[in-house]
């Protein structure tokens, strides 16, 4: 079993300070309490099979809680940590005789005091329509010129950066809300957490200029300043550079020390479990969910819990060992917003063949250089002498017909995907092949080069389809269980719905839409997000084993060395940015 040990010296939140700040006392009784219930979704009858079956768990004040999975358990992990928010229904339900699921809230609402944030991928509950994520690039308009300060803590606002718009501003003076003495609290509470998190010097400048870290150390504050009693975290550590995941654990264990709130995990089965932490909630593939100390859950289910990844097969393939075409090139790149200087003389090639992994920490200026790379960047038209994409300058390339030369997965497509009714697997990959996010086309495979339908059974329809059902077959669900997939359950996932899918589901099938239409770039940024450890093998066996061809090149984002899926041996080269400057090493 691996554990996250604490090696950063931080100057945390006192027990004296942390109790003025929330008011919090240690709870007598159980923080929760499910005696032997079966959990279904919410209008299924109890003839309907059970997501979870025969739970019996009860959390007492003084244990520290991570919930995970067995490597083949899909997004069971999500789905039980939402069962303790009243997104599922508990049958038996906890008796009110003995405090109901939250006995320690006596009778204060769970839904005012118990909250649940997951940095895993966007809500259900936030719409099926695609929304604009490039409109996190260049500050252009003026709601993208709203801060971080403005954004997330309206009424903590003060005196804003020269970049933001005045009358967005909203002071605590004319906030409504706590009365004066519950301002000041949160304050204090926000100047704290503020500094602990490292967030002092991003708060006046706009959101769209900040890393997908810095602002969910954000959205973890906010989710604090609410100063809920329980809090409960799905996938904290995501997106996250080890620096900040030393900030985030180590805050998060002086808060729950002090029950102010008490926390809850949910890791996936490849993160490491934090040292402070004392018991597990292991849910196995049948349903059931083993509960107990650390000790005794890992002796109970040996091999499966977190391990850490799995190494490199021993077999290798070393890439672009010849001169082979660049596809990029960047020659003295800059970004910069108003005075601030992202990225600063960028110089990076990337050839056909050959694989990346682009490292940086939170705020480096990764997201932003990979839309300069994708041409999302309002930027990469001024830069385009400098911005060579597919053999022309930017300024030669319309946005859309980019699109359908780069293949793509990243925290803001993932987000950004349309989650509308009637869309389906078939139809989310489908979209890869033109890189919109519309199914086009009779058998919704999308146009030809023209934009004109296909020739129906031509040969260009005839290769999408196969192509569609060979990738759907090589990363379906039977390869995240380790077996063969047969034709009846590939056609069974293709006619999915894609909104009802899990996050780490709809991770898959983002990924499956980034590699049909084999383009000659593809961005891995954060592709693992939200999957358990049998899809992230899936995934990483097929890219080794030819899910990308001689003829592309990749570029892998991540902060951990073992969720790339090639090693030094395959020829894999790193580009690391830090403080706006790149260096190939």
């Known amino acids: 079993m691996l554990l996250y040990t604490k090696t950063h010296s931080l100057k945390l939140l006192t027990k004296a300070q942390s109790a003025s700040l929330s008011r919090t006392t240690t709870p007598s009784r159980p923080i929760l309490h499910i005696p032997k219930s079966s959990i279904y979704p919410l209008g299924a009858g109890t003839s309907t099979r059970p997501l979870f079956h025969s739970v019996s768990w009860t959390i007492q004040p003084e244990e520290a809680w991570v919930v995970t999975s067995t490597s083949s358990s899909g997004g069971a992990k999500t789905s039980l940590l939402q069962a303790l928010t009243g997104h599922l229904r508990l049958q038996p339900p906890p008796s009110p005789s003995d405090g109901g699921l939250f006995p320690f809230l006596s009778d204060l609402d769970p839904h005012d005091h118990v909250h649940l944030l997951s940095f895993a991928h966007r809500p259900r509950s936030v719409g099926g329509a695609f929304y604009d994520f490039t409109a996190r690039y260049g500050a252009v308009r003026e709601e993208d010129k709203r801060t971080l300060r403005e954004t997330f803590f309206p009424e903590l606002a003060k005196p804003i950066h020269q970049l933001a718009v005045p009358d967005l501003s909203v002071h605590s003076a004319d906030a409504k809300g706590p009365n004066e003495e519950g301002v000041s609290r949160r304050r204090r509470l926000f100047d704290k957490l503020s500094v602990e998190l490292g967030l002092c010097q991003f708060l006046d400048l706009p959101v769209i200029a900040l890393s997908n870290g810095q ?29 900040t995941r030393g900030q985030v654990l180590s805050l998060l264990q002086s808060l729950h020390n002090d ?34 100390t650390k000790g005794e859950v890992a002796d109970s289910v040996t091999g499966s819990v977190h391990q850490g990844w799995s190494p490199h097969p021993q077999t290798h393939h070393k890439h672009a060992s010849e001169p082979t075409e660049a596809v990029i090139h960047l020659a003295g790149v800059n970004v910069t917003y108003g005075d601030r200087k992202v990225l600063k003389n960028i110089h990076w090639t990337i050839h056909l063949n050959t694989r990346w992994h682009l490292l940086g920490s939170n705020g480096a200026g990764k997201t932003t250089l990979l839309a300069m790379i994708t041409g999302e960047h309002p930027q990469s038209y001024a830069q385009s002498p400098q911005l060579t994409l597919f053999s022309r300058p930017r300024a030669k390339w319309a946005t859309p017909h980019l699109h359908a030369r780069i293949g793509r997965v990243s925290p803001e497509m993932h987000n950004a995907f349309p989650r509308r009714r009637g869309m389906t697997v ?28 296909l020739e129906e059974g031509g040969e260009e329809e005839r290769w999408r389809v196969r192509r569609l059902w060979d990738v759907i077959g090589a990363l379906g669900p039977a390869t995240w269980r380790g077996e063969e997939t047969s034709e009846e359950e590939a056609k069974a996932f293709a006619e999915r719905e894609f909104a009802d899918l899990s996050g780490g589901e709809q991770s898959m099938v983002l990924l499956m839409r980034a590699l049909v239409g084999k383009p000659p770039l593809v961005l891995l940024d954060e592709a693992w997000a939200g999957m358990d450890d049998g899809m992230v093998q899936a995934a990483r066996t097929y890219l080794r084993d030819g899910g990308l061809e001689d003829g592309q090149a990749c570029i892998v984002v991540s902060h951990w060395e073992e969720e790339v899926p090639w090693g030094r041996e395959d020829g894999v080269k790193r580009f690391r940015l830090q403080n706006g400057l790149g260096t190939e090493e």
């Open 259 to 292: 029950n102010s709130p008490h926390i809850i995990l949910g890791m996936r089965p490849q993160d490491p479990i934090p040292e402070w932490t004392t018991h597990l909630a292991m849910i196995r593939k049948d349903g059931t969910v083993h509960t107990g």
């Open 426 to 453: 078939w139809d989310a990959v489908g979209t890869g092949f033109e890189g919109n996010f519309v199914p086009h086309g009779r058998l919704r495979v999308g146009y030809g080069t023209d934009g004109t339908q």
């Open 215 to 243: 602002t969910r150390k954000a959205r973890l504050i906010k989710a604090l300043l609410d100063q809920p009693k329980l809090l409960i975290l799905d996938e904290p550590l995501t997106g996250l550079d080890v620096s």
